[in-house]
């Protein structure tokens, strides 16, 4: 997963010497967040590690951390399309519900130090979560996606509107594009998902499905499911659940 050249960028897993840096870096790149709390803080990477160590990566340039992802596997009685909360569903941050029988990654968070930003970190890390998900065998990546700059534009359209626009290309949202970009699918909008004034606290609910998933079955039996959901959304919500 590393490269033995330290000037390129590197993905590993996180280790408990991380933390501080990732406190850090977490902050860094939601400076807006600080105050609403919903920033990681030593405790609940920590639990992080104890729970999933091997679902926590981090970007390294340098030797340098410049980019992480969070992530847990949801319990199997959670309907990862349903509408839900950011503390809802990581349990406040601290992921204590992570099923290793589930069958859906959920990506809690993704940042990268704003001096990186548009040198590839970011597409690093996607595609890290993608292999991810491919190596533990499971069906999907969910996740729930900031709004960035629908704020600025909140008082003429909708948040299903906005979404729309950028998909066809005629609104512009940084982390939106990134996400579409990545292979995510919009499957709809969740109201009060984290308190985050940018995105008047709607996200957008994001699936990327395996196209090697391999069905888990009761018997003894397992069905390749290959290509299901591999085509992209451009032109509107698909709120099919």
Request: glycine share 10%; proline share 5%.
């Amino acid at each position: 997963m590393s490269s033995p050249n330290d000037t390129e960028l590197q993905i590993r897993t996180v280790t408990t010497a991380d933390i501080p840096h990732l406190v850090a870096l977490n902050c860094a790149a939601y400076p807006d967040l600080i105050q609403d709390e919903v920033v990681w803080t030593a405790p609940q990477l920590q639990s992080h590690l104890v729970v999933f160590p091997e679902g926590q990566l981090l970007a390294e340039e340098q030797r340098r951390a410049v980019g992480a992802i969070s992530t847990l596997i949801l319990h199997r009685d959670i309907d990862p399309l349903a509408p839900h909360t950011w503390l809802g569903v990581t349990d406040n941050g601290t992921f204590v519900r992570h099923d290793p029988g589930g069958d859906t990654l959920y990506l809690a968070d993704i940042y990268v130090h704003p001096e990186c930003w548009g040198r590839g970190v970011g597409r690093a890390l996607y595609a890290a979560l993608r292999d991810l998900c491919k190596r533990l065998g499971l069906r999907r990546v969910v996740a729930g996606g900031r709004l960035w700059s629908y704020g600025d534009v909140a008082h003429t359209m909708s948040p299903e509107s906005y979404v729309a626009g950028v998909q066809r290309g005629e609104l512009s949202d940084q982390v939106l594009v990134s996400q579409l970009r990545a292979g995510f699918s919009v499957r709809g909008i969740l109201p009060g998902y984290l308190h985050d004034w940018r995105s008047r606290h709607f996200a957008t609910l994001l699936e990327w499905q395996n196209p090697d998933y391999v069905a888990r079955s009761s018997g003894s039996s397992k069905e390749l499911r290959r290509g299901i959901g591999s085509q992209k959304n451009d032109a509107g919500l698909d709120t099919e659940q």
